[in-house]
């Protein structure tokens, strides 16, 4: 008797009440997982996996938080959370999720470093005239200034 002929045998049993569900379900998973069993009564393999892939975005991210100069950092934040929202979405398709945090994280320490430059820039480098000209630098001739380099001028504190 074929596969296809004992299924057959089964359901009419099932229908007629010789078999509840459980048993109608047992003798079934058992026909159909025995050896040699008809392929196209069994379900089809599945396909193959893909490979996973790394997330543009999240390369991206990281590349532009080590890098980034000016808008640099902030495009890394921005491309690295896309890159999460985009792996999360995936369901496992890509990968590079840390690759994104660590963009994330350079980012937002590259914006946080800006922010500190510029404060400490508005708060003493911004009033030029202020400070000696460069000849005084040069030649040392200013008492309140610190002359150890004639590139960079800082103000003693008293």
Same mark, same amino acid.
């Given at each position: 008797m074929s596969i296809g002929e004992e299924l057959e045998r089964l359901a009419g049993l099932h229908a007629?009440?010789?078999?509840?569900? #459980?048993e109608y379900t047992a003798a079934k998973s058992r026909l159909? #997982?025995?050896?040699?069993?008809?392929?196209?009564?069994?379900?089809?393999?599945?396909?193959?996996?893909?490979?996973?892939?790394?997330? !543009?975005?999240?390369? #991206?991210?990281?590349?532009?938080?080590?890098?980034?100069?000016?808008?640099?950092?902030?495009? #890394?934040?921005?491309?690295?959370?896309?890159?999460?929202?985009?792996?999360?979405?995936?369901?496992?398709?890509?990968?590079?999720?840390?690759?994104?945090?660590?963009?994330l994280v350079? !980012?937002?320490?590259?914006?946080?470093?800006?922010?500190?430059?510029?404060v400490l820039y508005f708060a003493y480098g911004r009033d030029a005239t202020s400070g000696p000209s460069s000849e005084t630098v040069i030649s040392g001739e200013d008492e309140g200034w610190d002359t150890t380099s004639a590139l960079i001028a800082v103000p003693l504190v008293n």
């Open positions: 007629a009440g010789a078999l509840d569900d #459980a159909l #997982a025995e050896p040699g069993s008809s392929p196209d009564i069994q379900r089809p393999p599945d396909p193959p996996a893909r490979p996973q892939r790394t997330n !543009g975005n999240a390369i #991206a991210s990281l590349v532009l938080g080590l890098v980034g100069v000016g808008v640099g950092h902030v495009l #890394a934040v921005v491309l690295g959370l896309r890159a999460k929202r985009q792996i999360d979405a995936s369901n496992g398709r890509e990968r590079g999720r840390g690759l994104a945090v660590a963009g350079l !980012g937002w320490v590259g914006i946080a470093a800006a922010v500190v430059l510029s």
